[in-house]
């Protein structure tokens, strides 16, 4: 099975090489690049919450990156996680994947704390993080530090589509689902790009493709990497 990864370059590489081990075939395609945007991270922090993997980079050059490390981080997953560790910070939790979890965390971990949260995010959110922990009493602010800038169809996606030579798309955001809608009408190939399988991290990421009219789209049983990568066996058993 030969599946297209269409993730900005960093996570694709690392998912790239997860499904490589598992033995499938894998054409990395990033359909977005990520860009920092200057915030204002000042102040005195309880804790950073992060639901990305692309937060912490994207504060690397920030003039409060100093004090914030010495802060907890609570990230949703263990990618996020990871990310925040090799960025340099040193008290890292993560929840299940999920923002039910990362809020059923943050409310047993900081639901006392003295001082807000620092919730690191991009301009493209999934869930209302802030207001949801507010119902719980818990005070977060949010900043913004990152957007994800659509990249059109590289020419090897281009050359595999007119071929016939793929076998499966994964999907991980929303955004990404829409760029690669966009890529593909802007490259000719609206009709071979949405006639392959598609593999998607959650019903809210397939969203543009159903709504698309595109047939074959398969759903994670949860949203995560994990999840998805054992939606790829299902398929190939």
């Known amino acids: ?110 639901a006392d704390a003295k001082a807000p949260l620092l919730y690191l995010t991009g301009e493209d959110r999934s869930a209302d993080l802030i207001g949801e922990l507010a119902v719980h009493g818990v005070a977060a602010e949010m900043r913004v530090v990152y957007r994800a800038v659509a990249a059109p169809f590289p020419p090897a996606l281009i050359e595999a589509l007119q071929a016939q030579a793929v076998d499966g798309v994964l999907h991980f ?22 006639a392959v399988q598609h593999f998607c991290l959650s019903a809210q990421v397939a969203g543009p493709l159903t709504a698309a009219g595109v047939a074959r789209v398969a759903i994670a049983a949860q949203p995560n990497e994990a999840a998805l990568i054992e939606l790829l066996h299902q398929f190939q058993a």
Request: aromatic share 4%.
């Open 1 to 110: 099975m030969r599946l297209v990864v269409t993730r900005p370059e960093a996570d694709g590489e690392r998912t790239a090489r997860a499904l490589r081990a598992c033995g499938y075939d894998v054409l990395l395609a990033p359909l977005m690049r990520v860009e920092p945007i200057t915030a204002d991270l000042s102040g005195h922090w309880g804790a950073i919450v992060i639901t990305s993997s692309n937060a912490p980079a994207a504060i690397a050059d920030n003039p409060a990156r100093v004090a914030l490390v010495t802060r907890p981080v609570i990230a949703v997953g263990r990618r996020s996680a990871e990310a925040a560790t090799r960025a340099g910070f040193a008290d890292v939790s993560f929840a299940g994947g999920d923002v039910r979890d990362l809020v059923q965390m943050i409310v047993e971990l900081h």
């Open 173 to 194: 955001s929303k955004r990404s689902a829409e760029s690669y809608l966009a890529g593909a009408r802007a490259a000719g190939l609206a009709d071979a790009a949405l």
